[in-house]
């Protein structure tokens, strides 16, 4: 698979050899220092290893600094701080020198740098010359919703937009370990495309995305669609699920999202997995859908302290299945698994360990005994 340019974000490397890292973006007003402080905070615990901000006025560009000194004094001084900069870009970045050196790295869209015809050139060359000063890394971010002005939004436009602004970056000086590309649409079928192309045609480190990838369900299963099949192509260096939060929900469902595509891909492991079955007729009731739901909670609850306790817990594989049609067979492939016998499930489960059968377990707390088997083997072998 294709290496590409190894490109430092602050201390987090980007491409390279380095695993695909995981971003995300706040949706407060970044001139609310605490609301967008505390966001951040809930991102990077969610898993997110770069955090984007909005810099769009004056009140959030004087934000910017006092916001990456929370984040140090918290101790968070790893994780880099992104400014997303559209059209006053250029005007911010200059105006506000304590803001320019507090990024690790500017998001820019060179479409859309410069309103009036003729001036994005030198607007985008100022942003450059400003990134150059402060050892910040420039994400040219092309979205085909701001094209430069008379640019069709076309897989080859695209492409040809975003190679063009990178190579801009260089003749203005800025080092090509400093640049990485994204190219976001939001129709899958073009994503895959305009990404495939570019890894061909380049060797900077890409930022995949769907953009705009919508609520819920759709957002997640095309921005898995669009990402995976890339992503197992060893296509993408960093990735976002641009996600939009129902009302009143958590911004780290996408940070969330972004740690299981990537773990089911294999290429990262943050937390235990469960494999279950979907259950069918073979399954008496609510009984098997309340033991996979219990277990999986279980996981999730307990997974960060045993990542701390057991150091490559974070790897084992867990599996919870229906009946004996598929449950021996799916239980003997994880380091643990259990199945109930189908019909008269509440009576008996079975119990696998790292391939063998182990233990029949009977009554009404198979949960509970499961539980305690799990977590001796945790015990034992991490
Ligand atoms: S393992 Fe058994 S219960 Fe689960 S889906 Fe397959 S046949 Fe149905």
Not at 86 to 101: D, F, Q, T, V
Not at 180 to 200: G, H, Q, W
Not at 266 to 277: E, I, K
């Amino acid at each position: 698979m294709k290496q590409t340019i190894e490109v430092m974000v602050g201390n987090i490397g980007i491409g390279g050899a380095n695993p695909v890292r995981i971003q995300s973006m706040t949706d407060t007003d970044t001139a609310d220092c605490d609301a967008t402080f505390t966001q951040c905070v809930e991102l990077i615990g969610a898993g997110a290893e770069l955090v984007r901000v909005t810099v769009n006025n004056d009140a959030a560009a004087t934000a910017v600094p006092e916001i990456r000194r929370e984040l140090d004094q918290a101790g968070y001084e790893d994780i880099p701080l992104i400014g997303d900069f559209h059209h006053n870009g250029h005007i911010l970045l200059e105006k506000y020198p304590e803001m320019a050196a507090s990024l690790a790295k500017y998001r820019v869209n060179p479409g859309n740098v410069g309103k009036v015809k003729g001036e994005g050139e030198s607007n985008f060359e100022k942003i450059i010359k400003i990134a150059i000063k402060n050892n910040a890394a420039v994400r040219i971010g092309v979205n085909w919703g701001s094209l430069e002005d008379g640019v069709s939004p076309t897989v080859d436009a695209i492409v040809e937009s975003s190679l063009k602004s990178a190579e801009m970056a260089v003749n203005f000086g800025l080092p090509k370990n400093k640049i990485i590309i994204s190219a976001k649409v939001s129709a899958v079928p073009e994503l895959v495309e305009i990404y495939e192309s570019l890894n061909e045609k380049c060797d900077y480190p890409l930022h995949l995305g769907l953009t705009e990838a919508g609520t819920g369900m759709k957002g997640l299963v095309s921005s898995s669609a669009a990402l995976g099949g890339l992503l197992l192509h060893g296509i993408g260096d960093t990735i976002r699920i641009s996600l939009t939060p129902a009302p009143g929900s958590a911004r780290i469902e996408e940070v969330e999202a972004c740690r299981v595509l990537l773990q089911s891909l294999g290429l990262r492991f943050f937390t235990p997995q469960v494999t279950s079955c979907p259950g069918c007729g073979r399954t008496d009731g609510d009984f098997y859908r309340e033991l996979a739901a219990k277990i999986n909670n279980y996981v999730k609850e307990n997974s960060a302290d045993w990542a701390k306790k057991y150091p490559g817990s974070e790897k084992l594989k867990l599996a919870v299945m229906g009946c004996i049609v598929n449950g021996p067979g799916e239980s003997a492939h994880a380091d643990i698994g259990i199945h109930l016998p189908g019909k008269f499930e509440k009576a008996i489960a079975t119990v696998h360990i790292d391939g063998k059968k182990h233990d029949l377990i009977k009554g009404d707390n198979i949960f509970e005994q499961f539980i305690k088997i799990l977590e001796k083997y945790l015990s034992e072998k991490f």
